[in-house]
Every structure is written in C-alpha cells, then in structure tokens.
C-alpha cells in the first residue's frame, strides 16, 4: 500500500484521529442537514471549512482539481434530484439546484482535508477504536490496496495491447477498451481468489494489525 504520500503539516495533523473523525463527520451531517435556503448558515460553514484549509496548509491546486472532477459527476446528478424537487415551485430549480452542489462540494471539502492531513492506515485504526466492526476495517483497507494493484494491472495489459496494435487507433478502440475492462475483472477476481487462499492459510483472523504504532494518534 501507498501510505507514504505526503501528508500536510499544519497544526491540525497531530490532532488525535478520533477527534479528527468526529468533527469531520459530525461537519458533514450539519450540512447535510441545513435546510434549503438558510445561506446565512451555508455561508457560515463555508467560512469554516475555508478557516479549516488555512490551517490544514492544504494543497488549493490538488484540492480545487479534484473538486472539479468531482463537481462533473455531480452537477448532473443534482440537476435530476432538483428537476423533481416537491419544493421547486416554491423557491425554484437554481436555488434547488445550487444548494444541492454547495452541500456536496462543502462535504467533499471536509473529507479531502481529512484525508490530507491522515494517513490513509491511520485513519482506518481510527475508524476501528472508534467502534467500527473490524470486517468492515479490514474490507477499507484491501479495497484502498487493491486500486493501486489493478491501475498497475491496466496499464501493463493496456501497454501490452498497444504494442500489439503499433499504437494504431480507430472505431473499435472502445471495444477494446471493454475487453481490457473484462479481462481486468477476471484477473482481479482470480487474484483475490489467491490472496484469500494464501491468507487463510497464514493464519488470517480478520484483524488488520500494524508495526508502526498507528494507534498513537
């Protein structure tokens, strides 16, 4: 796994994790929970979440291009929930629309400066003293791992597959691609087949332990 990234260093990354958990979801559930129209409110947590970033010293340009990416898929998706809105006729599809957006993007906000200033371990230890059931620790944990194995899985059989075709592109390239796709899956479900074997026969108990004292924060 990939936990060595570098994570910010501002004053809030030696906050212990628990706490670090708590205020980020609780955050969360508040936007959630803000009534449409109340921007008094929204404009007060967004001062919040900025007064969050300052002290986190989060990276704005890896932050604003994420929110992007993000905003792409949600953007549609908020523009379908507002459309059918029961309080459309009364305050209208933008204020719908756009309020929508501001709860997503301020969540996201929180949790991607969780996850700047947490190593990724960390946080699941967190999760775990918290009282979440060690299944579900260990399946966050083999699911962050796996997304690295399988991108470098994809790109050894997209490598492989264009120095086949010479590079060429053309119409079927999309057919190709969802071969590639399959093909991934198959090999993905026979290594975990694998993996669940080898683990089994190590001992494997469900708990995800660590050599590196994690449960200090």
Avoid at 35 to 47: C, D, I, R, V
Avoid at 49 to 74: C, D, K, N, Y
Avoid at 90 to 102: D, N, P, V
Avoid at 147 to 170: C, H, N, P, Q, W
């Amino acid at each position: 796994m990939r936990s060595d990234r570098s994570i910010a260093s501002g004053p809030l990354a030696g906050v212990d994790v628990r706490i670090k958990l708590l205020v980020s979801f609780g955050y969360v559930l508040t936007v959630v929970a803000t009534p449409l129209g109340w921007w008094w409110f929204f404009a007060a947590e967004t001062s919040l979440l900025l007064l969050v970033f300052v002290l986190a010293r989060v990276s704005f340009r890896e932050l604003v291009g994420r929110w992007l990416g993000f905003l792409s898929l949600v953007a549609l998706m908020a523009l379908a929930v507002a459309v059918s809105h029961p309080l459309r006729p009364e305050i209208g599809l933008a204020s719908i629309w756009g309020t929508i957006l501001l709860k997503n993007s301020l969540a996201f906000g929180a949790l991607f400066t969780l996850s700047q200033i947490t190593q990724h371990h960390i946080l699941l230890h967190g999760l775990g003293r918290l009282g979440l059931p060690k299944p579900l620790v260990a399946t966050l944990q083999f699911m962050y791992r796996s997304v690295f194995i399988l991108r470098d899985e994809f790109d050894r059989m997209a490598k492989a597959r264009r120095s086949r075709s010479f590079g060429k592109k053309s119409w079927g390239d999309w057919s190709s691609l969802a071969g590639l796709l399959g093909r991934l899956f198959l090999r993905s479900y026979e290594r975990s087949e694998r993996v669940h074997a080898a683990m089994l026969a190590r001992g494997w108990d469900g708990t995800v332990r660590t050599l590196d004292g994690a449960d200090s924060r």
